[in-house]
C-alpha cells in the first residue's frame, strides 16, 4: 500500500467529517488547509457580492494565504484533496496548497462535498497548478453517509 495524505479545506464541517472518515478508511494521515486569515459567516455568504468568498471566486488570481506547512509531503506518494465546491469549481485556497508543494510523481485524489453541484470542470482547473508529471484520479463527490467499505471500494484503486 502506497503512503497517502488526506488533505482538505473545510469551513463548515462537512468536508472534515468526510476526510477523517477517509484517511480512518484507508489509514492515511490527515492535513488541515487552513486558512492564515480564518474565514468568517459573512465571508462566506456567497448570496453577497462584496463578501471575501465571492471577491475571492471572482478573481481568477487570488490565493488565500495558508497558515503552516504539510510536513513530509515528499514522502507521500497519493494525495487526496478534499474540498467544498464552491462556484461550480474548488476554492481558490486549493490551488494555493496545490502550487505550494511539488507534487511531480505523485497521484493527486481530488474530492469533494457539494449540496447539488457535481465537479464540473474542477479537475481541470486544478491541473493547471502542478505540473504535467502529476498522475491525476478522476475527482469524485461525496455525498450522503458513507461507510468505511464505501470509501475503500472508491478510494483502494489509488493506493
Known amino acids: 500500500m502506497k503512503r497517502a495524505l488526506v488533505a482538505y479545506f473545510s469551513c463548515t464541517g462537512t468536508t472534515k467529517r468526510a476526510a477523517q472518515a477517509l484517511a480512518e478508511a484507508i489509514g492515511a494521515d490527515l ?26 471566486m471572482n478573481d ?4 488565500p494565504e ?9 514522502g507521500y506518494e ?4 478534499g474540498f467544498p465546491i464552491w462556484w461550480y469549481v474548488a476554492p481558490h485556497i486549493i490551488n494555493t496548497f496545490l502550487e505550494s508543494y511539488d507534487f511531480a510523481g505523485k497521484t493527486v485524489v481530488p474530492f469533494a462535498t457539494s449540496g447539488g453541484s457535481g465537479m464540473g470542470k474542477t479537475v481541470s482547473v486544478l491541473k ?3 505540473a504535467p508529471s502529476v ?25
Open 60 to 63: 481568477p488570481h487570488s490565493r
Open 135 to 159: 498522475q491525476w484520479a478522476e475527482g469524485k463527490v461525496l455525498k450522503g453517509n458513507l461507510t468505511r467499505e464505501s470509501f475503500l471500494a472508491w478510494a483502494e484503486k489509488y493506493l
Open 66 to 74: 495558508i497558515e503552516g506547512r504539510a510536513e513530509g509531503m515528499e
Open 31 to 56: 492535513y488541515a488547509i487552513r486558512p492564515k486569515q480564518p474565514y468568517t459567516q459573512e465571508d462566506l455568504n456567497w448570496m453577497d457580492k462584496k463578501s471575501r468568498s465571492s471577491l475571492e
Open 78 to 81: 497519493t494525495v487526496f484533496v
Open 128 to 130: 493547471e497548478c502542478c
